[in-house]
């Protein structure tokens, strides 16, 4: 039987060498800009946060890691972690930095795929397991950039839970993703450890590791890699990762909200335009020409069900449609001016409307 140590040990020298680190800068401007959005003062910062600018004026701004997955330098890491799109993103391996492109982003998880640009190939990659039939206990290995400073760092541990749901912050501005089906596991995982795979003792990627619990001790998550394989194999096929579309904006409903906007009911999601500050609107809450406005939905409806599961903080309808397809019929149950109605809606593919 190999010594437990041995084997810990082969696992890391056989992946670490396909694990990256991902490095994102910004025009130094643009930096400031940003953090006179949030309130902040750019001259309390300067480079005691970012350091010198380059020749360009641009400074860092964050790090990540990731992990390839093909030879040709197919990189799989987190979509908070190249978030800013007017950031410009890097791919480090040892001392060599490689450009890279976004090939794509999964808009129900947080998954991005990169591609290594200006190189022939030739990289090496970690296997693809599989996230099914896990069992609680599993060895499991966390591969990262800790804090954006600490390439290479490994953290071993055991799986410590299995189908968790989690909201995260996603970006700078607050905004949130439900993540579900989560990895939870109390092998380490800091801020910039996110992309970095959650290896099983075969050297396989089992999971991407996305998200911690702030003031907790050893509690940490991944996304299981089946999600990440099957987009993978989407942009092989259909050259994007497809996704259920309705085409409706929404809040879900709860007793709070239910009394500010003086609504009879306390669950269903409220389909409503979203606004910028001063009220202007921004985006309609029907897109024009998606599933939900050809089957007639309408502002200040309320999609009470779907699919029969009634919809609730709990469940939300982004829950309901991530477990449908292209193509599939949503049967909805939606109040409209005090009276129920029965819509079907033949879904979309996403990418035709963005």
Do not use: W
């Amino acid at each position: 039987m190999v010594d437990y140590q041995e084997q810990i040990i082969k696992v890391i020298e056989k992946t670490l060498p396909a694990v990256v680190s991902i490095a994102a800068s910004k025009n130094v401007e643009l930096v400031e800009e940003d953090l006179m959005k949030m309130g902040m003062d750019p001259r309390m910062f300067e480079e005691r946060l970012f350091g010198e600018a380059d020749e360009k004026g641009n400074v860092s701004v964050a790090g990540g890691s990731g992990f390839i997955v093909d030879s040709s330098g197919i990189v799989l890491a987190n979509k908070h972690v190249i978030q800013d799109k007017e950031a410009a993103y890097k791919v480090i391996i040892g001392r060599d930095k490689y450009d890279v492109e976004i090939v794509d982003r999964d808009p129900l998880s947080d998954i991005a795929i990169l591609k290594i640009v200006g190189h022939d190939g030739g990289f090496p990659v970690i296997k693809l397991g599989t996230s099914k039939n896990l069992k609680l206990g599993t060895c499991v290995i966390a591969i990262g950039n800790a804090l954006g400073e600490f390439q290479n760092s490994v953290s071993t541990g055991i799986v410590s839970g299995l189908s968790r749901f989690l909201s995260a912050i996603t970006d700078m501005e607050g905004h949130q993703q439900r993540l579900r089906g989560l990895i939870q596991t109390d092998a380490a995982i800091n801020p910039g450890n996110s992309g970095g795979p959650l290896i099983n003792l075969d050297g396989e990627a089992i999971g991407i590791n996305a998200a911690i619990v702030f003031g907790a001790q050893n509690i940490g998550f991944a996304i299981p890699i089946d999600q990440a394989r099957k987009d993978l194999e989407e942009i092989k096929k259909y050259g994007h990762i497809r996704s259920p579309f309705l085409g409706v904006r929404y809040v879900i409903l709860n007793k709070v909200a239910a009394n500010h906007f003086r609504i009879p009911v306390d669950h269903g999601a409220l389909i409503v335009r979203e606004r910028l500050p001063g009220g202007l609107a921004a985006s309609p809450a029907v897109l024009p020409g998606s599933a939900a406005a050809e089957a007639g939905i309408k502002e200040h409806d309320i999609i009470l069900a779907a699919n029969d599961k009634i919809i609730t903080e709990k469940e939300t309808l982004e829950d309901i449609l991530s477990e449908c397809k292209i193509g599939d019929n949503l049967k909805l149950k939606v109040l409209r001016k005090g009276k129920e109605v029965d819509c079907d809606i033949k879904l979309e593919d996403r990418a035709k409307f963005s």
